[in-house]
Antibody, heavy 119, light 107 residues
């Protein structure tokens, strides 16, 4: 059974870079046609799609974040990662990693990583 | 981008009652709209894909329907475990977008 687990610092200072990793078990990040995504949820509010990386490394980002976001994949460790630069308090929230698979919805999710942006 | 507007924001119902949640798309999503359930402290769970297809393991009391621009999620008879927040999401165009959510709470 596929499992995803987010990890990374829970506290990031304003203007610095948020970095999270999603470890995938029970499947390979290079399996076709898996897409691997990041979604965030500010406290008490709804879901915002951040971006996706395909099983062959192609990325798609939300235009609202695209100038600050990088998603990458490490096939040797079966992980994919999120970097969000120049963070502000508005970037505080729960960050989920998830798999997007045919019919191209998010069918498997990690438990989420809470990231607080504060000095 | 395709803006998804969910209504109502909150639905107060009793167990056994029927729940109907709505999601309106600002532009065509060609029926490529899904629904998720999120319980407190848990990640979202996929319920419905492409308007009406139930995801594996989802009980038959959950059903999706609709046509552009209005889509619905119906829970035919609410079970205690169904009280949660529900989100719609479209996959037709980039960026992927979610609705703001409907909270189904116990009356």
């Amino acid at each position: 059974q596929l499992q995803l687990q987010e990890s990374g610092p829970g506290l990031v200072k304003p203007s610095e870079t948020l970095s999270l990793t999603c470890a995938v078990s029970g499947g390979s990040v290079t399996n076709s046609p898996n897409y691997w995504g990041w979604i965030r949820q500010p406290p008490g509010t709804g879901l915002e799609w951040i971006g996706i990386i395909t099983h062959f490394g192609l990325t798609f980002y939300n235009p609202s974040l695209s100038d600050r976001v990088t998603i990458s994949m490490d096939t040797s460790t079966n992980q994919f990662s999120l970097r969000l630069s120049s963070v502000t308090a508005a970037d505080t929230g729960l960050y989920y990693c998830a798999r997007r698979i045919f019919p191209y919805y998010f069918d498997s999710w990690g438990q989420g990583a809470l990231v607080t942006v504060s000095s | 981008e395709a803006v998804l507007t969910q209504s109502p924001a909150t639905l107060s119902l009793s167990p056994g009652e029927r729940a109907t949640l709505s999601c309106r798309a600002s532009e065509s999503v060609r029926g490529q709209l899904g629904w998720y359930q999120q319980k407190r402290g848990q990640p979202p769970r996929l319920l419905i894909s492409d308007t009406f297809n139930r995801a594996p393991g989802i009980p038959g009391r959950f059903s999706g329907s609709g046509s552009e621009p209005d889509f619905n999620l119906t829970i035919s008879s609410l079970e205690p475990e169904d009280f949660a927040v529900y989100y719609c999401q479209q996959r037709y165009s980039w960026p992927l977008t979610f609705g703001g959510g409907t909270k189904v709470q116990i009356k």
